[in-house]
């Protein structure tokens, strides 16, 4: 079983950058593919991005690619999501996800992919 505990949420300003992190600990896998959802009020949960094992393969939603990044330290077991140019329609929890795969999972836009999660952290743009 893997824990999965994110970090870095917050309030800031549109256009502003924002830092998470999630580390995983517990039974990983050395072919362990993460990445991050989101859900806003009202709104279903939303794929942001996803990162195979070893940074080869790397996703985005279209709505954040060129702001956001995510990248990896499997020394540290942590995924971050670099946000950039924050905008109000941003604003959600953040969920990391995880799921044992040698690359990317075909289907990872898909929540049902991912069989780990962390317990969200909350991102607020204001305008």
């Known amino acids: 079983q893997v824990q999965l505990v994110e970090s870095g949420g917050g309030l800031v300003q549109a256009g502003g950058s924002l830092r998470l992190s999630c580390a995983a600990s517990?039974?990983?896998?050395?072919?362990?593919?993460m990445g991050w959802f989101r859900q806003a009020p009202g709104k279903e949960r939303e794929f942001v991005g996803a990162?195979?094992?070893?940074?080869?393969?790397?996703y985005y939603l279209d709505s954040v690619r060129g702001r956001f990044t995510i990248s990896r330290d499997n020394a540290k077991n942590t995924v971050y999501l670099q946000m950039n140019s924050l905008k109000p329609e941003d604003t959600a929890v953040y969920y990391c996800?995880?799921?044992?795969?040698?690359?990317?999972?075909?289907?990872?836009?898909?929540?049902?992919?991912?069989?780990?999660w962390g317990q969200g952290t909350q991102v607020t743009v204001s305008s």
């Open positions: 517990g039974q990983i896998s050395t072919t362990y593919a």
């Open positions: 990162i195979s094992w070893n940074g080869d393969d790397i």
């Open positions: 996800v995880g799921e044992d795969h040698p690359s990317v999972p075909y289907k990872h836009e898909e929540y049902e992919t991912w069989g780990s």
